[in-house]
């Protein structure tokens, strides 16, 4: 009965761990914030390199720890797919206070916690996609990240 009981904890402690991904600074923000870490989950892909796999119509929890280099009561947060033109994540909710603690305070570290919904709207294949903080000056003050992820049927 102990045995079963251990066994349940560790399989609920493994469904809600996200896995550590690959990840890249976005051009032109060096300076205004570090990312120092982003977990997507479901993500098994993450223990070899590999891009995140969803299947379209469910979720993704995306978490990451970031400190600004900048004071901003507020910030908006959005997710792009990277390309030569960014095109936004259309009925994201941009206001990120609802999923960080704001205000934000230069040299404090934060976490941005995150359910997106992946649409069935979305075309299938691999994506680089952007995602943005920006405080109160967007162009001084951004935290910035690109990953790797594909939609799969």
Sequence with gaps: MKVLGVFAICALFGAVVSDVVQFSNCPNTVGSCKINEVRISPCPEAATGEACKFRRGRSAEIHFDFVPDFDSPTVEGRVFWASDI????????????????????????????????????????????????????????????????????
């Design 86 to 153: 960014d095109l936004p994540l259309v009925g994201m909710e941009t206001d990120a206070c609802k999923f960080t603690s704001c205000p934000i305070v230069k040299g404090e570290k934060r976490s941005y916690d995150f359910t997106l919904p992946i649409s069935r709207k979305f075309p299938s294949g691999a994506y680089d996609i952007k995602w943005r903080i920006t405080g109160t000056n967007p162009e001084q003050q951004q935290c910035c990240f690109i990953t790797k992820i594909k939609l799969t049927r």
